[in-house]
């Protein structure tokens, strides 16, 4: 009996304890909801936020923190300042990355006190994170803020005792521009740390500091291929002359670094190597044709493009059969570079092709040989498939403008938005080729468009033709017909930017309507944004390719819109057959188009998640046109790519399969996509 009674009450105890955590989970979501509402809208409130920042739960401030610098309200400063000081580190860091995003310059002084005081001793990550947002900020003040930051820690530099904020102020310090404290980096990168000396010329490299020509050349026989490749990417034959180096004798260096054992090197040195268009850098080039990886001989052939002669013909047309269609598709670009119009014969033989990626391909070589190409481009413009008539349509307006009337004529009510893309971008530099009306029934038309191209290009040709033909008052005939403004986030700041009238017809206020109901948001803070900052939730994807897989841990707690979005479209296989369209070595492998031909997506946009994880190798990242217009593109990078942090939402990163993303061409296939827990 004493037992029984004992497990009841328990039992009771158990229930009692999870009933309790049920209704405080129910709390911090009921919180969450309005925050995530209101950033989604891109609408600063501040009783929410006021009431968000100062909640019990440091999950719901650090939401309003990341959500005031999204929303981007100037407004937003002083509530940031407040949480700087939140007895939770990551609130402050929260707080302190959004105030550098926000680019509040009353807030350098306070971003200048947390850098001093962790500078003073052991440094923890929101020293770190000050120096970035001093950075985001820029100009003078933040220039002399770095300055005092590095010249206090100059000694470290040679014991190899440097902090970590340190290494973080030069990573970031290339933002600063002119105003970077040059002599002071030049130092940094001689230290015997490898994570100090990498920072340090990545921002000279990025600066192109042409004092420090010496620091970066012997940079390129480092012991890190990382910070080889970020020298030698550098030392080409422009900054040769703006630093007043000898090109033959830097030419040398670079061509050395063709053998490098680390591919990346390779590709960054054949980059450089082809900016000295000599006869021998394009035999040395050559020879990387037949390199072993197969992104470095695509970068090789596209390379040969910038030189002459029938040596680099020859070698550019054994390439053209064999092999991946990456390598081919560089050998018939660069030929027709080399070439012009006797590289005819050879393009026509893609032209014939029954893929519509060679067509394409052989549309961006025609538009390479000017007039020439001009009687296979119309061709190509009634081509049965319209991602490759769009093409076509683009390479014959930027040719021959004269002969455009016809060709709007037949296309600016074209059923495929890429066509009709295509028409408007070229009304926007010859304004006078359409009239008001055709461009209100072609945004009319366009609303219905799930992809965003042909409105961006209507709102631009409106703004060109108002400001070219003032007479025909084509912005109060856009804006009686179209009142209110359209969903299309891009659409519609490209107006507010570029249109006077646009600020007095549409609102000016970043607002934007998605037709989600509180309950929504809601359901987005208990099914994936919790369970994630709890550590209960780790969802991760699978990319099954020919090449091999490549898992992703995914980002829940930093990007929960975007995390959202993808895991629905994996389980309904919206990527399975998609082809990677961009490839560009050592920076990009890019997919999750549906189109194929890079202007594709799901029909809707997503808002920016902007947030502190970097882009390091393996980060994967939501491709945009613009603030808040990513969809389902997404991209891997290949290496560190420090300029993309805080610019582009980073929602997961690669946790096995580096070598596959290393391998990947264009054109490749993905031939699954799946959620994998």
Same mark, same amino acid.
């Given at each position: 009996m004493r037992f029984r009674i004992l497990f009841a009450y328990s039992l009771l105890l158990h229930t009692v304890a999870s009933t309790a955590v049920v209704a405080q989970d129910e709390v911090i979501v009921n919180a969450l909801a309005p925050v995530l509402a209101a950033e989604d809208e891109r609408r600063f409130d501040r009783n929410i936020f006021r009431s968000a920042a100062g909640h019990s739960s440091a999950i719901v401030r650090r939401h309003a923190a990341l959500a005031m610098g999204r929303i981007g309200h100037t407004d937003a400063g002083s509530l940031l300042?407040?949480?700087?000081?939140?007895?939770v580190l990551v609130v402050r860091l929260d707080a302190v990355f959004a105030l550098g995003i926000l680019g509040d310059t009353t807030a350098l002084p306070r971003l200048r006190e947390i850098a001093f005081d962790g500078n003073s001793g052991d440094c923890d990550e929101l020293c770190d994170e000050a120096m970035a947002a001093v950075a985001r900020i820029g100009g003078s003040d933040a220039a002399a803020i770095f300055s005092d930051v590095l010249s206090r820690s100059l000694g470290a530099a040679t014991s190899g005792n440097v902090p970590s904020a340190i290494n973080r102020a030069l990573r970031e310090a290339w933002r600063l521009g002119e105003e970077a404290p040059f002599a002071l980096l030049a130092q940094y990168a001689e230290s015997r740390q490898r994570e100090t000396r990498g920072p340090a010329i990545y921002s000279l490299g990025r600066l192109r500091a042409t004092d420090a020509a010496n620091v970066l050349l012997r940079a390129t026989e480092d012991e890190d291929p990382l910070i080889r490749g970020w020298a030698v990417r550098t030392l080409d034959a422009p900054y040769a002359d703006s630093a007043h180096i000898n090109q033959n004798a830097l030419?040398? %260096?670079?061509e050395q670094l063709l053998g490098d054992r680390d591919p990346h090197v390779r590709i960054h040195a054949i980059r450089s190597l082809s900016t000295f268009e000599t006869a021998r850098h394009a035999t040395r080039i050559a020879e990387r044709a037949g390199d072993p990886d197969p992104n470095v001989r695509v970068e090789a052939l596209a390379a040969l493009g910038q030189f002459e002669g029938p040596d680099v013909a020859d070698a550019l047309t054994r390439q053209l059969t064999g092999g991946v269609l990456a390598t081919r598709r560089e050998a018939l670009l660069?030929?027709?570079? @080399? !070439?012009?119009?006797?590289?005819?014969?050879?393009? !026509?033989?893609? @032209?014939?092709?029954?893929?519509w990626r060679e067509r394409l391909i052989a549309v961006r070589a025609l538009g390479n040989l000017g007039i020439a190409g001009m009687p296979t481009l119309r061709t190509l413009a009634t081509d049965p498939d319209a991602r490759v008539g769009s093409a076509a349509l683009g390479r014959l307006f930027s040719i021959d403008s004269d002969g455009a009337d016809t060709l709007i004529t037949r296309y600016w009510n074209h059923h495929d938005v890429g066509m009709r893309a295509a028409v408007f971008r070229h009304v926007q530099r010859y304004p006078n080729l359409m009239q008001p009306a055709q461009l209100i029934t072609a945004f009319g038309r366009a609303e219905r468009d799930q992809l965003s191209s042909a409105r961006v290009a209507i709102v631009m040709a409106v703004a060109a033709m108002n400001s070219a033909r003032p007479e025909l008052d084509v912005a109060r005939r856009f804006f009686d017909a179209f009142p209110n403004p359209p969903r299309d986030p891009r659409a519609r700041q490209i107006a507010l930017d570029r249109i006077p009238e646009a600020a007095r017809r549409w609102t000016p206020d970043k607002t934007i309507q998605r037709g989600w109901t509180i309950a929504d948001y809601r359901d987005l803070a208990r099914e994936l944004l919790l369970p994630a900052e709890r550590g209960e939730l780790t969802a991760s994807i699978e990319i099954v390719t020919g090449r091999g897989n490549i898992e992703i841990e995914l980002f829940?707690?930093?990007?929960? !819109?975007?995390? %959202?979005?993808?895991?629905e479209l994996a389980d309904r296989r919206y990527f399975d057959g998609h082809e990677w369209h961009r490839v560009v070595p050592t920076f990009v492998i890019q997919d999750g188009d549906p189109r194929g031909d890079g202007t594709g997506g799901p029909g809707y946009t997503l808002r920016d998640e902007l947030n502190r994880r970097r882009y390091d190798r393996g980060a994967l990242g939501l491709a945009r046109g613009g603030p808040d217009t990513g969809g389902s593109q997404f991209f891997i990078t290949l290496g560190p790519q420090?300029?993309?942090d805080g610019a582009y939402t980073l929602f997961g990163r690669v946790v096995s399969g580096f070598d596959t993303m290393d391998r990947i061409t264009y054109g490749d296939r993905v031939r699954r996509f799946r959620r994998k827990r």
């Open positions: 300042l407040s949480l700087t000081g939140d007895p030419a040398v %260096r670079v660069s030929l027709a570079n @080399v !070439q012009g119009a006797a590289s005819l014969p050879f393009i !026509q033989e893609w @032209v014939s092709s029954g893929q829940a707690d930093d990007a929960p !819109q975007t995390v %959202r979005a993808f895991l420090p300029h993309l």
